[in-house]
């Protein structure tokens, strides 16, 4: 049957598909809306599947926190090259997913991916939008974090970001000073304190077979490993490490310079690149 320019744009309208793509399935669904829509979007479940090894390390990390500043929220959305991260539609997608997030809260990642936009699914969307550049699309993170106040952070790139808690309403700026460290220096822990147990095991042995290999005595093998641990804490914790404005101030310092009662309660941090 004839496929009218008309009809192309109509579905096109309704499946965001590309017109070439849209053509083909209105042929082989011989003008039937509806079938040419699942047609589409079974194409974009087949293109899934095809890629589905591949990396998504382009795309979108977005930052959201409620209007109260108590809640904040991490989105990323990945896709396989750097053109199609850029492209408009893709942002808005990736914006429109987070903008959900943040309004629904929802618990996981799974739950995210059955929440609607419109009629169609975050699920459905992204499956879509990978038939659509024939590229691989992936909700690769979804994470909520709570406190008395929140600030987020989002790196240049768009790539990268973090969201910080805290027991109490502080300084905006200096709220977004200390998400900033958390994206720039990828700390393991807030402090010491909640370090998990297999990394402080972990650095214990690391420190322990160093001073071995070095040729030291068997009875302070111990106690040069705990001062390793010391050092990896000072490099690796949050509040130990040097503050990224001010190296010979540590985090903690900065703080309390601040507001002396504020308490970090814990961060969340995604990056496409990790």
């Known amino acids: 049957m004839e496929i009218k320019a008309a009809d192309v744009a109509k579905l096109r309208k309704m499946t965001g598909a590309g017109m070439m793509d849209c053509k083909n399935a209105l042929v082989e669904a011989n003008g039937d809306y509806d079938r040419a829509q699942e047609i589409i979007r079974e194409k974009g479940k087949l ?3 095809k890629r589905a090894d591949r990396e998504t390390v382009e795309g979108s990390v977005i930052v959201k926190i409620t209007a109260d500043n108590r809640t904040g929220i991490i989105v990323g959305l990945g896709c396989e090259t ?3 991260s850029k492209n408009q539609e893709f942002k808005d997608i990736a914006n429109s ?5 943040i309004d629904k809260l929802p618990a996981d990642t799974e739950v995210l991916k059955t929440l609607t936009i419109g009629d169609e699914t975050v699920d459905s969307i992204i499956t879509r939008q990978t038939g659509k550049t024939g590229e691989k699309h992936q909700l690769c993170y979804y994470a909520q974090i ?4 929140v600030a987020g952070y989002i790196h240049m790139t768009g790539k990268l970001a973090s969201v910080v808690a805290f ?8 709220a977004k000073e200390i998400a900033m460290q958390v994206a720039a220096m990828n700390p393991v822990s807030v402090s010491e304190h909640d370090c998990p147990a297999e990394i402080k095991e972990r650095e214990l042995k690391i420190g322990r077979e160093k001073a071995i290999l070095e040729g030291k005595p068997e ?4 106690l040069i490993a705990q001062g390793y641990l010391n050092k990896f804490y000072k490099e690796s914790t949050l509040l130990n490490q040097a503050f990224i404005k001010e190296a010979k ?10 507001d002396p009662e504020v308490k970090v309660l814990g961060f969340i941090r995604f990056s496409l690149s990790d």
């Open 47 to 49: 293109v899934a599947a």
């Open 82 to 84: 750097d053109f199609v």
């Open 97 to 101: 997913i987070a903008e959900l997030a």
């Open 146 to 149: 709570k406190g008395e106040y």
């Open 167 to 174: 027991s109490k309403i502080f300084d905006a700026e200096a």
């Open 219 to 222: 009875n302070i093998l111990d």
């Open 249 to 258: 101030q540590s985090v903690a310092d900065y703080i309390k310079s601040v």
